[in-house]
């Protein structure tokens, strides 16, 4: 009989002790308990002596970086839903397979997207602030803190796959009419269900929204998709809100149009060049105009064991000799 050794698993970051013991039961696994992000010659020490490599979204596994991997490197096995961190057609040439754990954190990042699209509107982190820093209420009253009604506005819906599906499906339960643009029109039986509008110009749709959320992936492809002439064309009353990735918006066109009065608010899980954040940024969240928080989406117990769960599946099946389920492979467009 022969004894398969088993495959050499190099984890870059803390991941929830269940994940761990799995992981050490079947893998050689290196865990990184004191979870201190890897520096770049621990990265690339860990590419050269690695059979698989579980970096998460902010390790930088670039060109460069898979240059450097050692003959053994096959799989990087992603802790996480986006692959933006990784150069995948580099990984592809080199004969190194990717994988994500799409889907299981669709619902978590669906819910604080719609937390934020209530968030500034309703000024729900204004009225909490006030009472926790023990600032002065005088009490009800027909006109103090009034916000916006989000009931009966209209939701633009930037990236219509499964996190804007699930997006849509909460802000329709909320009395938002849904409209969305995407590269593909999705099934008639989900625009059915959701009552949503396809809007094939982005353009015309940022015209004519009350709140836009962003939910598609960061590539090339959308990069700065909405730019600065983009927001110049959402109404001075509308808010944006943006789970998807800090770089699909125009960060300083973004804060310059809230700040004279052009937007009327933002809501932000992540925001270009995390985790530094731009100071004007945290001026306007001072100021009310926006809320910002530090990149939650995803952040349950149970979001976080789903996908430690996807990525012992995808080793595992690499390894029995399968089609990992979460293959990424590189972009053709
Ligand atoms: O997995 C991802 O891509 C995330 O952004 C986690 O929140």
């Known amino acids: ?55 998460t979204i902010t390790d930088r596994i670039d060109a460069a970086l898979i240059a450097q991997a050692g003959e ?31 889907n299981v954190l669709n619902e978590d990042t669906a819910d604080m997207t719609m937390a934020l699209i209530l968030a500034v509107p309703r000024r729900l982190t204004e009225g909490a602030e006030l009472l926790k820093s023990g600032g002065k209420w005088a009490g009800w009253s027909p006109t103090w803190m ?9 939701l633009g819906i930037v990236g219509m796959g499964r996190i804007g599906t699930a ?40 015209a ?52 004279e009065g052009k937007l009327a608010g933002a809501g932000l899980d992540v925001f270009e060049h995390e985790p530094s954040m731009n100071p004007k940024l945290q001026k306007l969240a001072k100021a009310n105009k926006i809320v910002i928080l530090p990149h939650m989406g995803s952040a349950t117990i149970e979001g976080r064991i789903d996908m430690g769960e996807k990525v012992i599946i995808n080793i ?7 089609r990992p389920p979460d293959r990424v492979l590189p972009r053709t467009v």
């Open 316 to 322: 595992r099946t690499f390894f029995d000799g399968h």
């Open 146 to 154: 009034l916000g916006r009604r989000i009931w009966g506005k209209r």
């Open 208 to 259: 004519r929204m009350d709140i836009i959320s962003v939910n598609c992936p960061s590539t090339p492809a959308t990069f700065h998709l909405l730019s600065a002439r983009r927001l110049e064309l959402m109404q001075p009353r509308s808010y944006l809100v943006n789970t998807a990735r800090g770089d699909v918006v125009d960060e300083e066109a973004l804060i310059r149009l809230i700040d």
């Open 1 to 55: 009989m022969t004894v398969r050794k088993k495959p050499l698993v190099v984890i870059t970051r803390k991941l929830p002790d269940q994940v761990e013991t799995r992981m050490r039961e079947l893998f050689d696994a290196k865990l990184n308990v004191d979870d201190k992000p890897m520096t770049q010659p621990e990265l690339v020490a860990a590419m050269k002596e690695a059979d698989v490599l579980v970096p």
């Open 167 to 206: 997006v849509a499906r909460r802000a329709k339960a909320f009395g938002l009419s849904i409209h969305y643009h995407n590269r593909k029109r999705v099934a008639p039986a989900i625009e059915d269900e959701l009552e949503a509008t396809y809007w094939d110009s982005l353009d015309q749709m940022l």
């Open 72 to 102: 053994k490197l096959k799989l990087i096995a992603n802790f996480g839903n986006g692959v933006d961190n990784i150069d995948v057609a580099a990984a592809a040439k080199k004969g190194i397979a990717v994988t994500n754990t799409p």
